[in-house]
C-alpha cells in the first residue's frame, strides 16, 4: 500500500510553488528505513529524471531549498559531474573497455554518451547525479556526487 506524502507544511508558498513546477509532484513515501524520503520525477525535454529527497526532520527543508537550486541550474551542474565521471573513467574507458575495432573517444564524445536518470539529496548538502553509459561500460551506472551543495562534484564511482 502506498502511503500518502508528507506535505510540506513548513515551506512558504513561494518556495513550495518553485518546487512543485520543477519537480512535478512528489509522488510517494520511500519506506526504506529513513524518516523522511520522497521519490518523484522531473520532466526535462520529455525526458523523466528521476529525483529522491532524502533526510531527517532537521534538514528536510534545506534538501528540498537544494532541490530548487539544483534544478533551476541543472545544466551547470550536469556539466560538472559530467567532468567528474569523464576526469575518472575516459582514460580507463580508451584503455580497457572500448571494443579493440573502435577509435578511442575523446571528451566530448565520452560525455555525450552519459544520460542523466536520477539527481538524489542527502544530508541538506549532498547530490548525487546518476547517468546511464550507453553501454560504454557494459550498462554501469556512473553517479558523480557533490558534499557540498553543488559547488564541486569530486566523487565519481561506477556500480
Known amino acids: 500500500m502506498v502511503k500518502e506524502p508528507t ?3 513548513t515551506l512558504d508558498s513561494v518556495s513550495l510553488l518553485r518546487l512543485r513546477k520543477l519537480c512535478a509532484e512528489l509522488i510517494e513515501e520511500d519506506t ?6 520522497f521519490r518523484g520525477t ?3 525535454s520529455d525526458k523523466e529524471i528521476g529525483l529522491y529527497f532524502e533526510s531527517d526532520t532537521e534538514c528536510f527543508e534545506e ?6 537550486t539544483c534544478l533551476e541550474n541543472l545544466s551547470c551542474y550536469e556539466e560538472q559531474a559530467q567532468m567528474a565521471i569523464c576526469d575518472r573513467y ?7 573497455w572500448k571494443d579493440h575495432d573502435k577509435p578511442f573517444l575523446t571528451r566530448d564524445q565520452f560525455v555525450a554518451n552519459l ?7 542527502y544530508e541538506a548538502t ?8 550507453n553501454e560504454m561500460f557494459a550498462g554501469h551506472q556512473i553517479t558523480s556526487a557533490s558534499l557540498d551543495g553543488g559547488i564541486t562534484f569530486t ?5
Do not use: W
Not at 526504506?32 to 524520503?37: H, Q
Open 90 to 96: 575516459l582514460a580507463i574507458y580508451n584503455e580497457n
Open 32 to 37: 526504506s528505513g529513513k524518516e523522511l524520503a
Open 126 to 133: 549532498n547530490i548525487c547525479l546518476d547517468f546511464e553509459d
Open 63 to 68: 534538501n528540498l531549498a537544494l532541490g530548487v
Open 7 to 9: 506535505p510540506f507544511n
Open 155 to 159: 566523487v565519481a564511482e561506477m556500480q
Open 42 to 44: 522531473y520532466l526535462r
Open 115 to 121: 544520460l542523466l536518470v536520477r539527481i538524489e539529496f
